[in-house]
Every structure is written in structure tokens, then in C-alpha cells.
């Protein structure tokens, strides 16, 4: 069983900055991609960026390249979301997402494809 448990959302003004953190516990699996994606009210759930586990391979969303930094830290089995420069827009609950097994030549950015996700941290961002 996998578990992800996000931290370090909150209420900034625009232009400020935060930095999302996700814990993974359980198995992990070493072809694994783990991402973030974000949903506001009354919207569909979106893709906001992933890196592969194994390989550092990143993507990110287009509304969110440049101002977004996807890493992670193997050690403490640990993904982070550095957002910079934000905007009312980026105000959402956002998630992270392990999607076991990589079967293209890149990571996903269908959320058909995560097998686990977490319970969401909220990311307020006031004007």
C-alpha cells in the first residue's frame, strides 16, 4: 500500500512563493513517475507537473512553466512543488500522484495514469 501525504499549503499574496512537499510511504517502485495536479472550484482536476523517480525527467503545465519547480529527494522519499511568482489563478487544492509504471518514452500527464494520490493541500493565493 502506498500512501502520499502532502504538506505546506496556505494562504500568500500574489507574487509570493511556496513550496508544496509530499511524503510517500509504503512500496515505491523504481520505474515510477510522481506528480502534481491541481484542482480549483468548479473546474476539472489539472496536470501542473511531474519528474520521474528514476531518470530526473520533468514536465510541466503550460500555465505554470517558468513560476514552478518539480524536485525530489530519494533519501526521504520526498517531492516538492517550489511555486514562485503566483497568481489568484494558482488557487486550488493541489495533489500529488504516483503513477507506478512508466509505459511511454516520458512521463504522463493524464491523470488516468496515477495509481495513487493524496489527499490534497490547499493553495490560497489572495490579490
Known amino acids: 500500500q502506498v500512501q502520499l501525504v502532502e504538506s505546506g499549503g496556505g494562504v500568500v499574496q500574489a507574487g509570493g512563493s511556496l513550496r508544496l512537499s509530499c511524503a510517500i510511504s509504503?512500496?515505491?517502485?523504481?520505474?515510477?513517475?510522481m506528480g502534481w495536479f491541481r484542482q480549483a472550484p468548479g473546474k476539472e482536476r489539472e496536470f501542473v507537473a511531474v519528474?520521474?523517480?528514476?531518470?530526473?525527467?520533468?514536465y510541466y503545465g503550460d500555465s505554470v512553466k517558468g513560476r514552478f519547480i518539480i524536485s525530489r529527494d530519494k533519501a526521504k522519499n520526498t517531492v516538492f512543488l517550489q511555486m514562485m511568482s503566483l497568481t489568484p489563478e494558482d488557487t486550488a487544492v493541489y495533489y500529488c500522484?504516483?503513477?507506478?509504471?512508466?509505459?511511454?518514452?516520458?512521463?504522463?500527464?493524464?491523470?488516468?495514469?496515477?495509481?495513487?494520490w493524496g489527499q490534497g493541500t490547499q493553495v490560497t493565493v489572495s490579490s
Open positions: 519528474i520521474g523517480w528514476s531518470d530526473d525527467m520533468t
Open positions: 500522484a504516483v503513477d507506478r509504471l512508466r509505459l511511454a518514452s516520458r512521463p504522463s500527464r493524464s491523470i488516468d495514469d496515477y495509481d495513487y
Open positions: 509504503g512500496r515505491t517502485f523504481s520505474s515510477s513517475d
